[in-house]
């Protein structure tokens, strides 16, 4: 650009011509639109249902049905709100999946849980536990909550009601709430499993009561939703497990299920895991996964399935891992009352025993002692069985009966035995009963003076 500037010290003409350079303006940078930060969903606490249990009896309380909408891990704290006059009930642990306390008086147990998803905290929420000294009242459950396509068979299920005392239970079922204009009716009142066809879209709540033939569950309900378009499908994560640690776990979500009958998305996550675990699913989005239990304590797992629309709602699945223990019992030879003994096993006694019966079909040994095995979380084999007389010049028989070199003591089974001698005909004899448990080294050592008419 030139700028005409009039004035002296110029050409003929009188004018200087100057020029003048300009600078563009750049063009602004834009600002990158920072990623939304994904909202963190409080979990919810869910301490598991009601109980009625007998006084003098473990209760275990199960938080394992918590759920985080985000499928963080959540960690647990329970504690008690209050506790019977008397009582001094205490928690195994407050940070567990599934602690346990020990009813020892008659009445009521509030226990409070809140869950944290490392972020933020859940709402409290309490479960009751009733304990009474003589029939206690059963507990009804209804089963899960469904959705269903409009016109489809649902099927109800009350048999993992409960009692206590182990009573046999008796049902009744109770439509409360339909959608206006449906007909529906249950097959039946009392059965554990009747049947409706929802006629009509919308929420069907039912309710079950259950009698154990003295007292009366509170009743328990269930919400069926019913629509015409697509319908949520509905997780279901297996059943709880009970298994040995070091096991490989396998969880299983094909019982999952869509109204509609579209094809599944799986999405597991491992979202509780005892204190120094490193546990990890193999895979998390096949409807089939395994993991290593590694240490012991409650693994809790959670699934939610798509159905390419919608997500369902989440469910979960608690696996226990049990150390392997052997736990030897002596049983008392005039109650049937069961002794908890410690392994390994020292003792000495002196017994006196006589026998009145005369004749044939007599019995040629006599019981010293019995004694049963229980093995949890793995099995052990029992070596080194020996019965000997250790008096000098007696030919008194010392014996095992239901035990022998290389005998198997299955997880999840028993095994009971006892100690057997001839009898001694007034003399004193002194016998030594004894094996030793392979996996663990421990020696069960039994020595008796014994006398028999």
């Known amino acids: 650009m030139a700028v005409l500037l009039a004035g002296c010290g110029g050409d003929e003409s009188g004018s200087v011509t100057v020029p003048v350079v300009t600078t563009p303006t750049p063009t602004p940078t834009p600002t990158p639109t920072p990623a939304p930060t994904p909202t963190n969903t409080a979990p919810v606490a869910n301490p598991g249902p009601n109980q009625n249990v007998l006084t003098k009896t473990s209760v275990t309380l199960d938080a394992s049905a918590s759920v985080d909408a985000n499928g963080d891990t959540l960690t647990y704290k329970w504690a008690f709100k209050s506790r019977p006059s008397g009582s001094a009930a205490t928690l195994s642990s407050a940070t567990d999946a599934k602690p346990t306390f020990m009813a020892d008086v008659a009445g009521t147990y509030v226990v409070t849980l809140i869950v944290n998803d490392g972020k933020v ?246 019981t010293i002692d019995k004694f049963r095995f229980s093995a949890t979380g793995g099995s052990f084999t029992i070596q080194n069985v020996t019965a000997v007389n250790l008096t000098t010049g007696s030919n008194v028989a010392a014996s095992f009966e239901g035990l022998n070199n290389g005998t198997v003591v299955s997880n999840g089974q028993a095994v009971s035995f006892s100690l057997q001698s001839g009898f001694t005909r007034g003399q004193s004899v002194n016998l030594r009963y004894e094996f030793t448990v392979k996996e663990t080294g421990d020696k069960f050592s039994y020595t008796v003076e014994l006398k028999t008419n």
Request: proline residues 5%.
């Open 121 to 366: 905290d859940s709402a409290p929420v309490d479960v009751t536990i009733t304990a009474t000294v003589a029939n206690a009242a059963p507990v009804a459950n209804a089963g899960p909550d469904q959705n269903v396509k409009n016109g489809a068979l649902v099927t109800l299920d009350g048999s993992g009601s409960s009692d206590a005392n182990g009573d046999a239970l008796t049902y009744q079922w109770t439509m409360d709430a339909r959608p206006s204009g449906s007909t529906a009716t249950l097959s039946s009142a009392t059965a554990a499993k009747p049947t409706f066809v929802p006629d009509v879209a919308g929420n069907y709540i039912l309710s079950l009561i259950v009698s154990d033939g003295s007292l009366k569950s509170v009743a328990d309900s269930v919400t069926i939703t019913s629509s015409r378009a697509n319908a949520a499908p509905v997780a279901n994560a297996g059943k709880d497990q009970n298994v040995p640690t070091r096991s490989t776990v396998t969880l299983d979500g094909r019982g999952s299920s869509d109204a509609d009958g579209d094809t599944l998305k799986y999405d597991w996550n491992l979202t509780s895991k005892p204190a120094g675990s490193t546990a990890s699913l193999s895979t998390n989005t096949q409807s089939v996964t395994n993991f290593t239990a590694d240490v012991a304590g409650t693994y809790v797992a959670t699934l939610v399935v798509n159905d390419g629309t919608v997500n369902s709602a989440p469910t979960t699945v608690a696996i226990t891992a049990v150390a392997p223990s052997l736990m030897l019992y002596r049983i008392d030879e005039f109650t049937g009352q069961q002794e908890l003994l410690k392994l390994p096993y020292t003792t000495s006694a002196s017994l006196s025993k006589s026998q009145s019966c005369v004749g044939n079909g007599c019995p040629t040994t006599v």
